[in-house]
């Protein structure tokens, strides 16, 4: 459930309400300490990171984040959570034999590998209909597998694995996105290709209750 915050006039701050996945996945432990890293996440995505210098980084408008502004560490964490919740949810995004690996470097059981689960984190201003709407899908970047992660204003890719892909220049751009650094955040006023098919499956919906 989303809603615009009384007084806002930016058009992506909207007040933001828990509504995405809810199966019993974990122990109430590990839930709690996922659910830190989601409150975390949504204090930096829907606020904190608009008050940061907006910028074009390669004709790409971002909004930059620097250190100390930012905990590294538990960015990285909430967004392999994300990818590792919807391989072990009944979405039909899998990690594979990445499943694992995602899950020991969420119980801090192995060093975290900065090759792997690399996000790029759009926030959407194409004040569509689907842009509140919660999903997971898969995508590929540089023929790389990613799980897409849509909620409320905001997409993002995480890229399983970024070793040898199609396009090494490309892959480079993604992985500076998040570093201990700098955090970057892609503004995007464009309607992705899932965004279309989410407006023609709601028009088939509508076209079918007619």
């Known amino acids: 459930m989303t809603a615009i915050r009384p007084g806002s006039k ?3 701050d909207k007040k933001n309400y828990q509504n995405g996945l809810k199966e019993p996945l974990m122990c109430t432990d590990c839930d709690n300490k996922l ?3 989601d409150g975390y996440a949504n204090r930096i995505l829907a606020h904190a990171i608009k008050n940061h210098p907006f910028q074009n980084v390669d004709d790409i408008k971002t909004y930059l984040m ?19 919740r919807a391989s072990v949810s009944s979405e039909s995004f899998h990690l594979g034999k990445y499943e694992a690996i995602a899950l020991q470097i969420l119980k801090d059981e192995i060093p975290d590998d ?6 790029i984190v759009f926030r959407k201003n194409t004040q569509t209909a689907v ?15 990613a799980c897409l992660v849509r909620f409320p204003n905001h997409e993002i890719a995480i890229i399983t694995n970024t070793k040898h892909s199609n396009n090494e220049q490309a892959m480079l751009l993604y992985k500076s996105l998040l570093t201990p650094r700098e955090f970057l955040v892609i503004e995007t006023n464009f309607i992705s290709p899932d965004d279309v098919k ?3 499956a709601i028009r088939g ?3 079918h209750l007619h």
Do not use: E, H
């Open 10 to 12: 930016d058009p992506i």
């Open 35 to 37: 659910g830190t890293l």
């Open 66 to 84: 620097q250190a100390p502004d930012f905990d590294y560490a538990k960015l990285r964490k909430f967004f392999i959570s994300l990818a590792w």
């Open 114 to 119: 900065k090759t792997l689960f690399v996000p």
């Open 131 to 145: 842009d509140n709407i919660t999903m997971f899908a898969t995508n590929k970047y540089c023929g790389k597998t």
């Open 198 to 200: 989410l407006i023609n």
């Open 205 to 207: 919906c509508q076209k």
